[in-house]
């Protein structure tokens, strides 16, 4: 028989411990979020943990066999919803058996109920086959994946010699890049990384996450997490920063200044970040996701990733499924004003607003 129970805090180590057990090359689903999401955005978070209910183990013993990390999104925009991920890429269930995952989702729709929220929405990266009864299906993001070789040269010779070109054409405008492993302190990494995506996310007519998150996912996932700076004169003009779990490494955040797009920092940005994975000895470079068929999904496409469809599953208990997106034409106006606004007063009001966009 299997039971769901709500994990606190005290339950960090058999969370982990599972997950060692999966292995899943997705940070979504390590405890850390719990921390970093609850404290930069304030949202509540509920871990469900499925255990095997032998009467004859303690709670300590009992064996864990699925997970589900969720969280309450309350938005006074949008309305309400529990989310595994928010903000990421990856999430769902996990599961020894299809027993544990209906227990699971039985237990998450039956929270869903309970909290009053509009929705479930479960971020699957592979398809349920067949549906469960109860869900949606909305599958229209890609994660784009590169696998990486032995070594970074390697995998240089191995890219098309256009490829190459652009990545080399920044340094001949004298830019450089560095890594939070260089010389460099990190509080001064991440302001850099900060200054580069918050105008970055204006100009794109979207609000910027808080700080805090950024500050956060790095002291949570230590030597797990680079930041990545591309420099020009003393200045940055693109940063991102990678998250690693296994062998997988992922670049959740990037980005780059429009007003130096003609010198293509991007392209020495992800260089810097792909070779960085390889020499480290990661196994796959994940570039996050795009929707199908955009100008994103081609950028990532020439360094030779590969699509990953993600499924994103929804127990809807009122409305419709939603499409909190800035490319909706209805949010078209909303994004043209927000782009036109002066850097100070988009980075003070955004980061209240992102908290209403899982």
């Not at 529990?82 to 699971?104: R, V, W």
Request: with cysteine; hydrophobic share 40%; proline share 7%.
């Amino acid at each position: 028989m299997i039971r769901v129970t709500e994990a606190s805090d005290v339950d960090h180590r058999r969370w982990e411990d599972y997950l060692q057990t999966t292995n899943v090359s997705h940070h979504a689903y390590c405890w850390h979020w719990r921390s970093i999401i609850r404290e930069s955005f304030a949202h509540t978070p509920h871990y469900l943990i499925a255990e095997n209910d032998d009467p004859e183990n303690t709670s300590e013993t009992k064996e864990v066999v699925g997970i589900l990390p969720l969280y309450h999104v309350k938005s006074m925009l949008f309305g309400s919803a529990l989310i595994s991920m928010p903000y990421l890429n990856s999430g769902g269930i996990l599961a020894n058996s299809d027993e544990a995952f209906d227990e699971l989702l039985k237990a998450a729709a039956e929270l869903s109920r309970n909290l009053e929220v509009d929705y479930l929405e479960l971020r699957h990266r592979g398809a349920l086959n067949p549906i469960p009864d109860g869900l949606q299906e909305r599958s229209h993001k890609v994660s784009m994946v590169l696998p990486l070789m032995a070594s970074a040269e390697e995998l240089f010779s191995s890219f098309k010699p256009k490829l190459r070109s652009q990545i080399r054409r920044p340094s001949k405008s004298g830019m450089y890049a560095q890594v939070s492993t260089d010389d460099i302190p990190v509080d001064k990494a991440l302001s850099a990384f900060f200054a580069v995506f918050s105008e970055h996310m204006r100009d794109l007519g979207t609000p910027v996450f808080p700080k805090k998150l950024f500050w956060e996912t790095h002291r949570r996932f230590g030597d797990n997490c680079r930041i990545i700076t591309v420099w020009s004169e003393g200045n940055p003009v693109a940063a991102g920063i990678t998250v690693r779990q296994q062998n997988t490494v992922e670049i959740p955040w990037a980005s780059a200044l429009r007003r130096f797009n003609k010198h293509s920092p991007n392209m020495l940005l992800y260089w810097e970040a792909i070779k960085t994975a390889a020499n480290e000895g990661a196994e796959f470079f994940d570039f996050g996701r795009s929707s199908f068929n955009t100008g994103t999904q081609r950028f990532k496409q020439q360094w030779g990733a590969t699509p990953v469809p993600l499924h994103w599953y929804y127990h809807i208990n009122r409305g419709e499924i939603p499409d909190i997106n800035p490319a909706n034409p209805k949010y078209a106006a909303v994004v043209k004003c927000w782009s036109k606004l002066p850097l100070p007063l988009a980075n003070t009001v955004g980061p209240w607003l992102t908290r209403s966009l899982p």
